[in-house]
């Protein structure tokens, strides 16, 4: 928890444009583990001017050109692969999500289908899925929210709303977890709450669960 509570003051710090030095001094911890938490947020040249110091100005700018380097060479990579992948039909959207229902949808009731995630582009999938693939009616979708105690409801419902595009209308009292979101590491990808879409539909239900068995025998 100390080391949580370290990476969030840390994170805190850089936002308000403190080096890595200034970090270290005002925390005790490494810059190695400095540059582990803090390799996605380089400052800007402004700021780096700002400081002054000939030797930490070297290291930002080597971090900013790192990070440049890296995202142009995520661009190609993403090129590649949506020339290698193209456009899904029908068939592979069906079979794409049938899979991933299989890993993180619920399998245990013969009336509904279910499926919760934290990734609002995996569930922007799964309602594409549903939809697209399934044939399934937004209307016929009931949303759950599950968030921590010091979140705002009506943000982050409004967030999610908007991001699937459904109706906040559709979106069921949430739960709400007694921890707080402030607790938890950055990167543990619960920065939105999770997400739960749930539709009762026995046929559905039905076809997805033998789409699963028909898969795990080939």
Same mark, same amino acid.
């Given at each position: 928890?100390?080391?949580?509570?370290?990476?969030?003051?840390?994170?805190?710090?850089?936002?308000?444009?403190?080096?890595?030095?200034?970090?270290?001094?005002?925390?005790?911890?490494?810059?190695?583990?400095?540059?582990?938490?803090?390799?996605?947020?380089?400052?800007?040249?402004?700021?780096?001017?700002?400081?002054?110091?000939?030797?930490?100005?070297?290291?930002?700018?080597?971090?900013?050109?790192?990070?440049?380097?890296?995202?142009?060479?995520?661009?190609?990579?993403?090129?590649?692969?949506?020339?290698?992948?193209?456009?899904?039909?029908?068939?592979?959207?069906?079979?794409?999500?049938?899979?991933?229902?299989?890993?993180?949808?619920?399998?245990?009731?013969?009336?509904?289908?279910?499926?919760?995630?934290?990734?609002?582009?995996?569930?922007?999938?799964?309602?594409?899925?549903?939809?697209?693939?399934?044939?399934?009616?937004?209307?016929?979708?009931?949303?759950?929210?599950?968030?921590?105690?010091?979140? *705002? +409801?009506? &943000? $982050?419902?409004?967030?999610?709303?908007?991001?699937?595009?459904?109706?906040? =209308?559709?979106?069921? #009292?949430?739960?709400?977890?007694?921890?707080?979101?402030?607790?938890?590491?950055?990167?543990?990808?619960?920065?939105?709450?999770?997400? *739960? +879409?749930? &539709? $009762?539909?026995?046929?559905?239900?039905?076809?997805?669960?033998?789409?699963? =068995?028909?898969?795990? #025998?080939?």
């Amino acid at each position: 928890m100390a080391r949580i509570k370290d990476k969030s003051k840390a994170i805190e710090l850089r936002k308000k444009g403190m080096s890595y030095s200034q970090i270290k001094a005002e925390l005790g911890i490494g810059k190695s583990t400095l540059s582990d938490w803090l390799c996605d947020m380089p400052l800007s040249e402004e700021r780096i001017n700002e400081l002054g110091a000939r030797n930490p100005m070297r290291i930002e700018r080597y971090r900013n050109t790192m990070k440049n380097k890296r995202e142009s060479r995520w661009r190609e990579v993403y090129k590649k692969v949506a020339k290698n992948i193209g456009k899904l039909s029908k068939r592979e959207l069906y079979i794409a999500g049938l899979f991933l229902y299989w890993g993180e949808g619920g399998k245990t009731e013969r009336f509904s289908l279910s499926f919760s995630n934290t990734d609002p582009d995996m569930m922007v999938f799964m309602v594409k899925w549903m939809t697209k693939g399934l044939g399934i009616k937004k209307e016929d979708m009931h949303i759950k929210m599950h968030l921590y105690k010091d979140m *705002n +409801i009506d &943000v $982050f419902e409004s967030f999610w709303a908007k991001k699937l595009s459904l109706s906040r =209308k559709m979106f069921e #009292k949430p739960y709400i977890k007694d921890s707080k979101l402030v607790d938890l590491s950055y990167k543990n990808g619960f920065g939105k709450g999770t997400c *739960n +879409i749930r &539709v $009762f539909n026995r046929d559905k239900t039905e076809y997805i669960i033998q789409g699963l =068995k028909y898969i795990s #025998k080939i």
